[in-house]
């Protein structure tokens, strides 16, 4: 069953508020160490709009679901509260990114922190990024996550080099398997072809053969009835 179209408008905006406090945070790191955060500060506050625009579309969708009775009372007043969560999350964001990057920066924990409710189920104030967090990560900061990531995705690609390699050396050792294929193919041919000739050639012979007894077989008979004839001759003219 395909899932609510609000809930999941609620969970890209949690996602996208998520998104915001980890460059909320690398922001910060650029600046107390000398970095050029320009670039980010223009994503930041493109993303805070959106993520303004999309509170207020998920209150102006939940009223009129409301209003229509097309959800019950109690479902309302829940994705209201989490409405609501949305809002002092965003004022939340909105005051961290106008801070000085060089003041004491909150926990990633508390930057990520703000009282959500699940978005697909359950109530409470629990933040749905911190529910499912390995013991991998917690107490790391984003860029500790980050490079413990790219230490699993170069693993990874050195895991994927090797095997490319093991492939890209079947695909040699098949190749070479098929080029002497094709090379016993041809001799086969050749062979098939003497054969095929020969076969022939001895076909020949042979009627040639049979031809010749045929003929001999027959001179045979002539001289046969030639002494016959001779014989008869001399009798017949034999003095009685």
């Known amino acids: 069953m395909a899932q609510d179209l609000w809930l999941q408008n609620y969970d890209a905006t949690c996602r996208l508020a998520q998104e915001i406090a980890e460059n909320i945070h690398e922001r910060n790191r650029l600046q107390r160490t000398g970095g050029n955060p320009a670039k980010l500060n223009m994503t930041l506050r493109a993303s805070l709009q959106k993520l303004k625009q999309n509170i207020l579309q998920l209150r102006e969708t939940l009223v009129r679901a409301s209003s229509q009775r097309r959800i019950m009372q109690s479902e309302a007043d829940r994705r209201q509260n989490l409405v609501d969560d949305l809002v002092t999350r965003e004022k939340q964001l909105c005051s961290t990114f106008s801070r000085d990057g060089t003041d004491p920066e909150p926990s990633r924990s508390s930057l990520m922190s703000g009282g959500f409710g699940a978005g697909t189920g359950g109530a409470g104030s629990v933040n749905p990024w911190l529910v499912n967090e390995s013991e991998e990560t917690k107490g790391l900061t984003f860029g500790e996550i980050k490079q413990q990531q790219q230490r699993v995705i170069d693993a990874q690609d050195a895991g994927l080099d090797a095997l490319s390699a093991v492939i890209s050396r079947q695909k040699r050792m098949g190749e ?14 050749d062979i098939t072809q003497l054969v095929d000739k020969t076969d022939s050639r001895i076909r020949n012979e042979t009627r040639r053969v049979k031809l010749v007894e045929t003929k001999s077989a027959s001179c045979g008979m002539m001289v046969v009835i030639v002494l016959l004839l001779i014989a008869i001759i001399v009798v017949a003219s034999w003095p009685t």
């Open 176 to 189: 070479e398997i098929g080029n002497e294929l094709d090379e016993q193919n041809e001799i086969i041919d």
